[in-house]
């Protein structure tokens, strides 16, 4: 792909032009597939059955496979399990599936040596390859600390000898949840840490002159993940390293938050042009991950080839400035900007204006018996109507915009606000006292009608684009008003034709279907924006979606940047072979009781591999110890250990109501009224 326009930093925050310019690093040859470079972005998931069974491998690794995975990879936690890869890639040929396999290693560098001989490409965890993690805080001086560097290094030359001898390729795979106590007392549970860790290893191979690696940056959190990736770009093109990136938000969750949570993040590094493979990791089955994969990184390859087909615009740059930094709104009548949290707003012209019941959709169920209606936690703030005129009476505290043209005709204009064209906002001579919501795009900024704007305390920005690369002119716009001196508030409106998700391109592949392509799509466009800290609303408009639909998608990409909590966050593994017990059937038990918990974080993990690192993370803890046993936190803390499967979830729920933490759904619901 095109990087003569990337900005001076290479991939990183806003490309000068809508071309997708991608962050252009070594080739790396896993078997027969080559990644990075020129090559297309390719796609991993992981088995979940167990390694030691070999026919429950083969026939998960072809289910994947078929789905478009084009490597696989299987947990090796003992010298058993890597010893039987053999056998799994044996059978796999035999079945005509040539797919690389990588072994997934962690505390085990003899499992790690032994399966560096049989497969394509070993993953090693630098937080527990070589490392310990206790929670401990310890003290190194600089030279107690190199002396931990060179026991590091003679750890780790072996597997790195192995691999230059058999070609095995390797992925230096640095988590949030598993920094080790070394890296934690040095830098802290931070991004630096997470880079550094990576580092360490990295700097070791090139040491030993081995240089087929990819690097990746995992977290559960999607706004650390995010800065994580770029600080490692950063130090890589200082130490002059360029080695392909491996992208993954870990322990997403399932469903919709599982890939509005993997969008934000995978999706905000793409449009940044980072990234050279993408693993989705939801709590489904593995062959689920692939296809949204697939529908995220196809995106770009489509770009591509309307761009090809279509003159370049340039995104307008008048701040000379391309990397993004926070904007600080101010606040109009408590209605939208300052520390109010992002508003949601969502099209409603197109329902039936004559039945209240239409408003359950967005979160006001209305009470025929006592005429009323009952807000909730993911109630939206603003209906757009357009020029349509409802028959009966709109809550009170659900406030309405409609085109400027029509809000003069009403006589009640209570609660009811303007949306305004550039032209149309200049040319009012009637303007509502409290809120106008001015239409306007990043090319706006240089015309003459902008130039005569007259702003004020009750104006708000409605940013649009028609840009193929549509985040980065809306994400330059920001650091353009930034530049004029301007703190007018910003909602953000993306627009979605049904065409977009019509399916497949020429001969690219792209299975998922309209819902969770949009879901992608929105949490791409809008969260790569809100993780920076910009925007103080959204509008998601699709036409052919419902209004239930876009109302969730839109607090769920809220809560996925952590801009807005509406609902108890679950962080989720997607299981492997090490995983002890059924992690679908076990999350949707633990949200079936939790999830009227609003704003808490509650992870469950297969085992106890990142469990207690993603704890940080995580108010509360539900971690495989053992067949039929499971071992409860309270962030990093054991809380009680052994629990039996059976209790485990009511001994949880103990936990949180001693904490002070619990409420009733009855309770909940009556506070939602």
């Not at 790396?28 to 990644?35: L, N, S, W």
């Not at 053999?86 to 962690?106: F, M, Q, S, T, W």
């Not at 934000?264 to 489904?284: A, F, K, P």
């Not at 876009?550 to 299981?575: D, H, M, N």
Request: charge should be negative.
């Amino acid at each position: 792909m095109d990087t003569e326009n990337a900005s001076t930093l290479p991939g990183l925050y806003c490309n000068s032009k809508t071309t997708y310019s991608r962050f252009l690093t070594r080739e790396v040859t896993i078997g027969d597939v080559p990644m990075g470079a020129h090559h297309p972005i390719r796609i991993q998931s992981m088995t979940t059955v167990d390694t030691m069974d070999t026919m429950g491998s083969v026939a998960q690794t072809m289910k994947m496979v078929d789905a478009g995975c084009e490597y696989v990879r299987i947990t090796a936690p003992s010298i058993k399990e890597a010893e039987n890869l053999g056998n799994i890639k044996k059978e796999l040929r035999l079945r005509g599936y040539n797919v690389p396999l990588v072994a997934d290693i962690h505390f085990t560098p003899n499992a790690a040596e032994v399966a560096a001989r049989i497969v394509e490409k070993v993953r090693v965890n630098p937080g527990n390859y070589a490392d310990k993690k206790k929670f401990d805080q310890l003290e190194y001086t600089d030279m107690a600390y190199q002396g931990e560097l060179e026991r590091i290094y003679k750890k780790f030359a072996p597997l790195v000898g192995i691999c230059k001898e058999y070609g095995t390729a390797m992925r230096i795979g640095t988590n949030h949840g598993s920094l080790s106590d070394r890296i934690m007392s040095r830098y802290g549970d931070t991004p630096e840490g997470m880079v550094e860790s990576a580092l360490e290893f990295m700097r070791i191979c090139e040491d030993l002159n081995f240089y087929n690696l990819t690097v990746s940056m995992k977290s559960s959190n999607p706004q650390v993940m995010v800065q994580a990736y770029r600080l490692l770009v950063e130090k890589m093109v200082a130490e002059q390293m360029n080695y392909p990136l491996h992208l993954g938000v870990t322990e997403a969750g399932d469903g919709e938050d599982g890939r509005i949570k993997s969008a934000v993040g995978i999706g905000t590094l793409l449009e940044d042009g980072l990234g050279d493979t993408v693993r989705v990791s939801l709590t489904e089955e593995p062959e689920k991950e692939a296809p949204v994969a697939i529908a995220l990184v196809n995106r770009y390859s489509n770009r591509a080839k309307q761009l090809s087909t279509a003159p370049t615009r340039e995104i307008i740059n008048i701040s000379g400035n391309t990397k993004t930094e926070p904007y600080q709104a101010a606040e109009v009548n408590t209605f939208v900007g300052g520390a109010l949290v992002p508003r949601v707003i969502v099209d409603i012209s197109r329902e039936n204006l004559k039945d209240p019941f239409i408003l359950t959709a967005v979160g006001y169920r209305y009470d025929a018996l006592n005429d009323k209606y009952h807000m909730g936690d993911q109630s939206v703030d603003f209906v757009y109507l357009g020029d349509a005129l409802p028959s009966f009476t709109l809550p009170g505290n659900l406030k309405v915009l409609y085109n400027y043209a029509t809000w003069l005709t009403l006589k009640d204009k209570a609660n009811k606000h303007p949306v305004y064209t550039l032209t149309a906002f200049l040319d009012a001579t009637d303007k509502d006292a409290s809120l106008n919501l001015v239409r306007i795009t990043n090319d706006d900024l240089l015309t003459d009608e902008f130039a005569h704007l007259s702003l004020d305390k009750t104006v708000v920005f409605l940013l649009e684009t028609t840009h193929t690369h549509g985040m980065a002119d809306q994400r330059q716009f920001f650091n353009n008003i930034k530049s004029i001196g301007l703190d007018t508030p910003v909602i953000i409106r993306r627009s979605y034709p049904a065409a977009e998700f019509s399916g497949p391109v020429g001969d690219i592949m792209d299975p998922e279907e309209p819902i969770s392509k949009l879901q992608l799509y929105a949490a791409t466009d809008l969260g790569a924006l809100l993780i920076d800290g910009l925007g103080s609303g959204i509008w998601i408009d699709s036409p052919a979606t419902s209004i239930n639909h876009l109302a969730s998608i839109s607090f769920g990409v809220l809560q996925a940047t952590r801009s807005r909590i509406s609902k108890t966050e679950y962080i989720s593994c997607p299981s492997c072979g090490r995983t002890l017990f059924d992690l679908q059937e076990t999350t949707q038990m633990i949200r079936s009781r939790t999830s009227h918990l609003k704003g808490l974080k509650i992870a469950i993990m297969g085992c106890i591999v990142n469990g207690p690192g993603e704890m940080a993370d995580a108010d509360y803890g539900y971690v495989g110890a053992g067949p039929d046993k499971i071992t409860l936190y309270r962030g990093k803390e054991v809380v009680k250990r052994n629990v039996g499967a059976t209790k485990a979830l009511d001994e949880l729920i103990d936990i949180i109501k001693n904490d002070g933490l619990w409420v009733d759904v009855d309770l909940a619901e009556s506070i939602e009224n």
